[in-house]
């Protein structure tokens, strides 16, 4: 069974672009969260999907969105660009529709914005 | 306002003894506690996980402990070996919140 699939596994891009990122989850799995990894602030969500439908959100500006299709997979788009938001993004699958299960991670996209 | 705590930045322990990982939450309403360990540049890989309603959840060399009412958990790993040498997160959430609040990491090096 293949694992989350998350493309491109690496990506420059210069301040005030935007970039969009992609997750396919694992095959069955509805459920697909998006998370930021920094040095200094360890993995902070930003939000999850099930079935198209965003259920939360953390705390991130607006110009940070993310959309689910109807084969689960998902995209997460960052508008205008700044310096602070190279990070590792990454996507986690689960199968369950709560939370009380594992979620399996990807490989991450690592973001460099310069 | 950090709800999930990992105190120790980093840990060295000898191959064949016991890693013992800490972690302490403030939220009550957490009912669902996990255990990632990861490399650098992949992603975290799930070890083990354990619910409110027991205390303990052994998976081969890993155990988790939970204590409720110190809201405290941990991740006991034995013996450990030198391909344990990761970081290891601890993660929590609550029921309908679809989200896990992560610890900051815990570096563990297994010495040979």
């Known amino acids: 069974k293949a694992g989350v699939t998350q493309t491109p596994r690496y990506l420059i891009k210069t301040r005030g672009q935007q970039v969009t990122l992609s997750c396919s989850p694992i095959?069955?799995?509805?459920?697909v969260s998006w998370y930021q990894q920094t040095p200094g602030q360890g993995l902070q969500f930003l939000f999850e999907y099930f079935s198209e439908t965003q259920r939360n959100k953390g705390n991130f500006p607006g110009r940070f969105s993310g959309r689910q299709f109807s084969n689960s997979r998902s995209e997460m788009n960052v508008s205008t660009l700044e310096l602070g938001d190279s990070a590792l993004y990454l996507c986690?699958?689960?199968?369950?529709?709560?939370?009380?299960?594992?979620?399996?991670f990807g490989q991450g996209t690592r973001l460099t914005v310069v | 306002d950090q709800q999930v705590k990992q105190n120790s930045p980093s840990l060295s322990v000898q191959e064949g003894r016991i890693s013992i990982l800490n972690c302490d939450y403030t939220?009550?309403?957490?009912?669902?506690f996990l255990w990632y360990k990861k490399y650098p540049a992949e992603g975290p890989t799930f070890l083990i996980s354990i619910s409110s309603i027991k205390d303990k959840n052994e998976d081969g060399r890993f155990t988790v402990f939970l204590n409720k009412s110190a809201k405290h958990l941990s991740l006991h790993i034995v013996p450990s070996q030198p391909g344990d040498s990761a970081v290891y997160f601890c993660?929590?959430?609550?029921?309908?919140?679809?989200?896990?609040?992560f610890g900051t990491g815990t570096r563990l090096k297994v010495l040979a």
């Open positions: 939220n009550s309403m957490f009912d669902y």
């Open positions: 986690a699958s689960s199968s369950q529709s709560g939370t009380n299960t594992e979620a399996f």
């Open positions: 095959s069955g799995h509805r459920s």
């Open positions: 993660a929590a959430t609550g029921s309908g919140t679809y989200k896990y609040i």
